[in-house]
């Protein structure tokens, strides 16, 4: 069993910056790449980022490309989501997942364990 937990969220103006990270129970941290997904309100649940077990290989949604980073730190079980330039439709409850490969976590179908959120509001 992993459990995942979130932090780093808040209120931020257009154009700022806020860091989110995920810290992960248990020794098998390393053996899961890691993703980000969001929903806004009224809207679906949607794929951010997601990182290999390694930390080598990172996949990122269109609409963030360029402006979001993530990375992990293996031996503090953590990952994280830099994010800048940060705009109004970037507004939402962003969750941390864990999944077997970058593949099936960035499809949002091979997730196997999420956290329960960390609210993000970008004012305009």
């Known amino acids: 069993q992993v459990q995942l937990v979130e932090s780093g969220g808040g209120l931020v103006q257009t154009g700022g910056s806020l860091s989110l990270s995920c810290v992960a129970s248990?020794?098998?941290?390393?053996?899961?790449?890691m993703g980000w997904f969001r929903q806004a309100p009224g809207k679906e649940r949607e794929f951010v980022a997601a990182?290999?077990?390694?930390?080598?290989?990172?996949q990122y949604a269109e609409s963030v490309k360029g402006r979001f980073t993530m990375s992990r730190d293996n031996a503090k079980n953590t990952v994280y989501l830099q994010m800048n330039s940060l705009k109004p439709e970037d507004t939402a409850v962003y969750y941390c997942?864990?999944?077997?490969?970058?593949?099936?976590?960035?499809?949002?179908?091979?997730?196997?364990?999420w956290g329960k959120g960390t609210l993000v509001t970008v004012s305009s």
């Open positions: 997942a864990a999944g077997l490969t970058i593949v099936v976590v960035s499809r949002g179908y091979g997730v196997e364990y």
């Open positions: 248990g020794r098998t941290f390393r053996t899961y790449a």
């Open positions: 990182i290999s077990r390694s930390g080598g290989d990172t």
